[in-house]
Structure formats: structure tokens, C-alpha cells
């Protein structure tokens, strides 16, 4: 008896179902976004949670009628279906959905007399052990539908394009005759069998009260399922890897449903006017700035087979081009090294034999570094890196969570600030939202930071993104100098000659920027509201370059038009507790020095305190008229003129004078005048430690190499010396053209008044 009651404890398998299931991902409402079809290549959707009431008195009616009452058989229908197969040719089943879960899960296996008595058994064991609720899920998780549809809510998709929680009454009543005859779901076979059944059914649930004589009416005139109806595809990339890390399961994520629609529509709207130009890809992420939650995710664009539409790109790397610009400029505000308006030098530079160049092949000679971000200029920013340290700018990466930098800091060189790393549409789109959720919960929280700002993103629905502990130290950048960066990236200028920005104008406040990599193979537009950050990639996922693939003209418009679309928000509160106001020199955007004429009251970072005085204003004497300089060697002291005046060192005076009428050239010495030290000569070509090399024509001769430098006075005649020998004069445009052999010189340069500027140089012959 012990032995009996044993067998009988344990005749069931655990699991009751070892099967694979399909891959299942819905957005944060619930709603499919897309599935994976299971490992058996069953479209086997995991196992229900309930059963809607529809079908369950659907398949009970036409079932199991007593499924409430027996306990996992129903010695009547048994007797019935026994005697009508002893006494008749015809074949009829008794079996409960207790049984037939039973028989499902033993794979259906050849009926006998035998498989039935351990049916029997193993039904009143999975009573036991279970509610009646409990088996129906099991039944509508596992019955077969027809082909390879198995369970209710993968057959209410396939074939009425809807979840099972929908289903009509006719529809419920057509899906719950399919388990006994899956074959009747064929298009052209069976169907007025099918209808015959599905109709019969719906008659019974009205007799028996279940549904009124309107529901009935309106249940028969339905249309039964045809062909099979393509599962949604709202997010397939993102599907797609959910199937990798959650195999057969059901996975609630983060995405929002009408916000992924959304954003579909915005790219494949973009994408047929990009692939005119034979530009084929682009990727577009947005997260929560506060939740770090993914809200949207277009892996690619809809675009086909042979233009790589299966390749995920947002977590692939590609060359960052200009996008990792404003962290340098956060980490210099940060350290007391910047301010945000203080100039920088935009002039001809080479190290180390790299000779960066702006986008537009010009030089500014003196920009603001604010302005030096927004228009996204390449000589500034490597000056400023120099200038920061490469290996303390390649930590500060590695702190914001880009783990697609991994080479020594070494490999990259000066060139990492301008795309000479690789990085991912998630690692910088999860780097511009950590620095704004930065500053947002320091605004927020009483002045405080969290140690792990910028980790990962989530996006599974009630997972949270682990932001470390509180403390009063920042994770990376204090909260001023985010500010500071994040205003300086909202004031990005239009950049001239540029059409169609008029649409930027209107939209909400956007800390934004773009990015190129070179041979235009990468088009890059990041942006981040007090709530939202947007990233947006565009190119071919072949690394094809094309013509007009820059940030600005094929990524911007994307990432606006998706801004369009999101919530307004207002711009961030002032973190007043990082921040102290001070006064500023207007023109150079240093702290106002002693002889700065116009200052400003400007709130900056705290430790932007120690930055040094304007050194860009001085106090000169000037003869009554104001023509020359003076000083008490030449000049009666009572007739000087004092005044303090701007000036630039004479190569950035030499490109910034061009571009601003209003400057003023610092006057020269009176004649007869002594001059103290003042430097008013600069080469220009050759730069410091720049290389010199001459190059041959297709003839095989050497090509003349030109000299150039910058002088205060045009008009002064300069006198131009290689080694000790004298090479030629210049008045004016100081260019002078040679063709000097090969080997190492030093080339100084004289003016007729005395001023002397000279460098070594090497000259190497370049070979064909």
C-alpha cells in the first residue's frame, strides 16, 4: 500500500513540460514587441499566467464540461467512449483537459488501454498537486493549434493578430475546436467542418446561458481564421537581443510602445531620403536621464538584406569623430584649468609630426573655448588635450563608462579626441545621460553625487540601474562644470552656409552635438534634456564613406525630429552650490585681470577660481596721437597717453585680426624708442617640431616649400636667413618660396627694425 501511495506521489516528471519555449519581449504596457520562434522551431510562447474567461468556457464546453467537478478523469464520458468503441466502428474520446495536459506532456505517445490507466493516475496526481486554474494555463500553454502553433496566446497572434486577452467570442470558440483537430486550421481544407464545429460550440454556450442571443448572433457571422498573420516586429533588433540573453522567456522591458512606433516612423522616414545619397544605416537610442531605463531602440534602418539590415549598430563601435569633445572640455572645467569663455588658440599646430585641421580648412587664431565646443573646432581641442594630459583624459573615459576604449592611452594619441577611438551608440548615448543625470540629482538631493553615475542602462521592466552610494565627492565631473558644458552645447551656433535648420529653432531646450569620423564614414548626433538623452547614428554599417555623411547634415535632422516628439522639459536648475560669481573679462574670458576695460559678473565652476588673470591686456603709453608707442627713453613723460589695450601674440593676431574688424594691432615703437623683450614676429610655416618634407612632381623634380610667418607690421620689410645665408626679403604677404637641400637648418627671420625670430628645422626628400 506504502509502495502504491509512493508511486502514485511521485509519478509525475519535474518539470511536467521539459520543451523549449519561443523568446517573447513586450514593452513596459505589456504590448508584443516582438518573438523568437523556439530551439525545437515550435512557435511555442512561454506558459500563460490565466486563461482569458472566453476561451476557458470555450474549451470547457467543448471539452470538459465537468472540469470543475471530477478529479483529473470523469468515469462517465469513460464508460460512454469505452462502450461506443467496443459496440461501433467509429472512435470517441473521454478524456478531461486533466488527461489531455497529461497526454501532452508525455508527448503523445501511441494510445492504448495501458497509456490510458497511466493517464488516469497521473491526472488525479496533477489534481493534487495543483489548482484547477493551474492545469487550464497548462492546457492553453501547451495544446497544439495547428503547423507549429502551439498554446493560445501564440494562436491568437498567428492567426487573428491579437493577444488572447482580445479574443472575441467567436474567435474564442474557433481557437478552442483546434486542439482536437489541428489539421481543420489549413486555408481551402476543412473549412465548413471547422465552421461546422466552431458554430455548434457557440450554439451550446448560448443554450447554456453563457452568452446572449446578440453575442451569439454576432459570434457566428465572424470570419474564421485564415492565413497566419505575421508576429510584430516593433523593435527587432532590440528582440534580437533579447533572444541572446533571455532565451525562451518573457521578458516586460522598458521600451515604450508608442514612443518605439514613433521613432520607427521618424527613421524609416529619414532612411528613404539617406539612401538617395546610397547611405543605408542608422541606429537611434533614447534612455531616461533620471531611470537609466532604454526607451526606444532602432538597431538599424529598414533597409534590406544586402545593406546589412541584421546588424544591431547601436552596440557596435565606430569611430566617435568630434563626440567626445565635451567631456574634455568638462574635465578642464573640473580640474580649474578652463573657464567657459576663456580663449584658446586656433593656429597652424603640429606634434609630434600631427598637424590636426578644422572642418572648414580655416583658422580662427583666438576662439572661446564654449565657442570652440559648440562649433565642434578640431586645433582647439587638441591644443586643449595637450594641454590636459592624454593619459588623464583617457582615465577620465574609462570613469564615464566607455568600454570600447580599451588600448593604452598611447595607441590613440592626440588624435582620441577627434575619432581616433571606437566606441558604441550605447556607451556615448549612456556617457551624455550620465553626466545630465549627474547634475540632476545634485540639484535634487541636497547638494550630493552617486558613485556609479554613469553605469549601465537598464531594460528589463523593474530592474533598476545601480547609481552606487550617496556621497559629497562626484563621480567624474562636479556639477558646475557639467552645467557650464552642457549650456555651452546648447548654444551650438548654426553653422553658415548650412540650409534647412530653420526646424531647430522651435524645438525644446537641446545640450546637443555632432560628430564626423574621417572619409565621412560616421555621422554622429548626441543630445540630452533634463530628462531624455537621444543618440543617433548614421552611415553603412560597411563603413562605406559618402559625400554629405556629417554629423550635422544626415544625423541632426534625426535626432530633432525625434526630440520633437518627446515630452517638453525645462532646462536644468542652476547648481548654485558648485558655481561662484565673479567677475570676467569680457573680451578674453579669463578672470578680469588689472587692465581689463569690460568685465562681467558670470557664475563659474568653484575651482575655476584659480585659473589665472587675463594676460591678454596691458597697459601701453602712446605718443598724443595714438600712433605709436612710447616710453620715457623717447617721450616727455607729461604728453604720454595711458590706456590699456588688447592684444594677441602675433600668430593668433595674425588669423584672428582677419575675422574681427574691431580689433586693434597693438601700435608700434616710436622710432627711437627702446623696446623691452616685446615679440612681434611668428612663424607660421614651419611650425614648431613640424617636419618638412620635399615633395616631387610626376616629372621627378622637388617641389618649392614656402615659408611663412607673421609680423604685426605688414609693411615691414623682413629678412629671411637659412643657417647664415641669406635667402631673400619679404614686405607685406611674408611668403617666401625655396627649394633647400635636405639636412638640418636654422631658420631665423629679421625685421628691419631688429626683431629676430629663428627655429631649428629638419628637411627630408620624399620618395615616389
Not at 514612443?259 to 538617395?276: D, G, M, P, R, S
Not at 532604454?294 to 541584421?310: Q, S
Not at 560628430?515 to 530628462?531: H, I, L, Q, R, Y
Request: aromatic share 12%.
Amino acid at each position: 500500500m506504502f509502495a502504491g501511495f509512493g508511486f502514485w506521489l511521485f509519478c509525475l516528471p519535474a518539470p511536467l513540460f521539459d520543451v523549449s519555449s519561443a523568446t517573447v519581449v513586450e514593452s513596459s504596457e505589456g504590448t508584443m514587441l516582438g518573438a523568437r520562434i523556439a530551439d525545437d522551431g515550435q512557435w511555442r510562447f512561454p506558459k500563460m499566467d490565466s486563461v482569458p474567461y472566453r476561451f476557458e468556457q470555450s474549451v470547457i464546453y467543448f471539452e470538459d464540461e465537468y472540469f470543475y467537478q471530477h478529479p483529473g478523469f470523469n468515469p462517465v464520458s469513460m464508460s460512454k467512449a469505452l462502450w461506443n468503441n467496443l459496440t461501433t466502428d467509429s472512435r470517441r474520446g473521454g478524456s478531461t483537459l486533466t488527461q489531455q495536459v497529461i497526454r501532452l506532456s508525455r508527448e503523445n505517445k501511441q494510445r492504448s488501454y495501458a497509456e490510458k490507466l497511466i493517464e488516469i493516475v497521473q491526472s488525479t496526481r496533477l489534481e493534487a498537486g495543483k489548482s484547477k486554474k493551474e492545469i487550464l494555463n497548462l492546457y492553453a500553454s501547451y495544446a497544439p493549434f495547428g503547423g507549429n502553433v502551439v498554446g493560445l496566446e501564440t494562436a491568437s497572434w498567428r492567426y487573428f493578430g491579437i493577444p488572447a486577452t482580445e479574443l472575441s467570442w467567436g474567435q474564442s470558440a474557433a481557437l478552442a475546436v483546434l486542439p482536437n483537430a489541428p489539421s481543420l486550421i489549413f486555408p481551402g481544407k476543412n473549412e465548413a467542418i471547422f465552421l461546422e464545429k466552431r458554430n455548434r460550440l457557440l450554439l451550446k454556450l448560448f443554450q447554456k446561458e453563457i452568452i446572449d442571443k446578440t453575442t451569439y448572433e454576432l459570434a457566428v457571422a465572424e470570419n474564421l481564421p485564415g492565413k497566419p498573420y505575421p508576429l510584430p516586429e516593433i523593435a527587432p533588433h532590440f528582440t534580437e537581443k533579447l533572444r541572446r540573453e533571455h532565451s525562451g522567456k518573457r521578458i516586460q522591458t522598458t521600451l515604450s510602445y508608442a514612443l518605439q512606433q514613433k521613432i520607427n516612423t521618424i527613421t524609416k522616414e529619414h532612411h528613404y531620403v539617406l539612401a538617395q545619397n546610397q547611405i543605408h544605416n542608422l541606429a537611434v537610442l533614447i534612455l531616461d536621464v533620471n531611470t537609466r531605463e532604454v526607451l526606444a531602440y532602432v538597431g538599424n534602418a529598414p533597409t534590406t538584406r544586402e545593406n546589412n539590415n541584421f546588424v544591431d549598430i547601436i552596440d557596435k563601435s565606430r569611430s566617435t569623430g568630434s563626440i567626445l569633445k565635451p567631456f574634455l572640455f568638462a574635465a578642464m572645467l573640473d580640474s580649474g584649468e578652463l573657464l567657459p569663455n576663456t580663449l584658446v588658440a586656433d593656429i597652424p599646430t603640429t606634434v609630434n609630426g600631427y598637424s590636426p585641421e578644422n572642418f572648414d580648412k580655416q583658422f580662427n587664431g583666438a576662439v572661446p573655448a564654449s565657442l570652440a565646443l559648440s562649433r565642434s573646432l578640431n586645433v582647439p581641442a587638441v591644443r586643449m588635450l595637450r594641454e590636459y594630459g592624454l593619459d588623464r583624459f583617457y582615465k577620465r573615459l574609462q570613469e564615464l563608462n566607455f568600454k570600447g576604449i580599451t588600448k593604452p592611452a598611447d595607441y590613440y594619441g592626440l588624435s582620441l579626441i577627434l575619432g581616433g577611438a571606437e566606441s558604441s551608440l550605447w556607451d556615448i548615448t549612456n556617457a551624455y545621460a550620465g553626466m545630465a543625470s549627474t547634475l540632476q540629482y545634485f540639484n535634487g538631493s541636497s547638494s550630493e553625487y552617486r558613485t556609479q553615475e554613469f553605469s549601465n542602462p537598464v531594460y528589463i521592466k523593474g530592474a533598476q540601474a545601480k547609481f552606487g552610494e550617496i556621497q559629497s565627492k562626484p563621480p567624474v565631473f562636479n556639477a558646475g562644470s557639467i552645467f557650464e558644458t552642457l549650456n555651452s552645447l546648447q548654444e551650438v551656433n548654426r553653422p553658415e552656409g548650412e540650409v534647412n535648420w530653420n526646424f531647430f529653432s522651435n524645438s525644446q531646450p537641446l545640450a546637443w552635438k555632432t560628430g564626423t569620423s574621417f572619409g565621412f564614414k560616421d555621422a554622429w548626433a548626441v543630445g540630452v534634456t533634463s530628462e531624455y538623452a537621444i543618440g543617433v547614428w548614421v552611415g553603412n554599417a560597411d563603413g562605406e564613406g559618402r559625400p554629405g555623411l556629417t554629423g550635422i547634415q544626415a544625423a541632426a535632422p534625426v535626432l530633432f525630429d525625434v526630440l520633437d516628439v518627446l515630452p517638453r522639459n525645462d532646462w536644468f536648475a542652476i547648481p548654485y552650490d558648485e558655481l561662484i560669481e565673479t567677475e570676467i573679462c569680457a573680451k578674453s574670458g579669463h578672470l578680469a585681470g588689472v587692465y581689463c576695460d569690460k568685465t562681467l559678473l558670470e557664475w563659474i565652476p568653484k575651482v575655476g577660481s584659480r585659473t589665472t588673470p587675463c594676460s591678454y591686456h596691458q597697459r601701453v603709453f602712446l605718443t598724443s596721437s595714438e600712433m605709436y608707442q612710447v616710453n620715457s627713453s623717447c617721450y616727455p613723460l607729461a604728453q604720454m597717453q595711458q590706456k590699456n589695450w588688447f592684444t594677441l601674440p602675433p600668430i593668433m593676431e595674425y588669423y584672428y585680426a582677419s575675422l574681427h574688424p574691431e580689433y586693434k594691432v597693438l601700435p608700434p615703437y616710436a622710432e627711437g624708442c627702446l623696446q623691452a623683450g616685446e615679440r612681434k614676429m611668428d612663424f607660421i610655416f614651419p611650425k614648431k617640431n613640424e617636419a618638412i618634407l620635399l615633395p616631387k612632381n610626376f616629372d621627378e623634380n622637388v617641389n618649392e616649400v614656402i615659408f611663412k610667418l607673421a609680423h604685426r607690421s605688414p609693411e615691414t620689410i623682413v629678412y629671411w636667413y637659412l643657417d647664415t645665408q641669406f635667402i631673400g626679403s619679404t614686405q607685406t604677404f611674408h611668403e617666401l618660396a625655396l627649394a633647400p637641400k635636405p639636412g638640418k637648418y636654422l631658420l631665423s627671420a629679421t625685421d628691419q627694425e631688429g626683431n629676430e625670430v629663428s627655429q631649428k628645422i629638419e628637411i627630408t626628400a620624399a620618395s615616389m
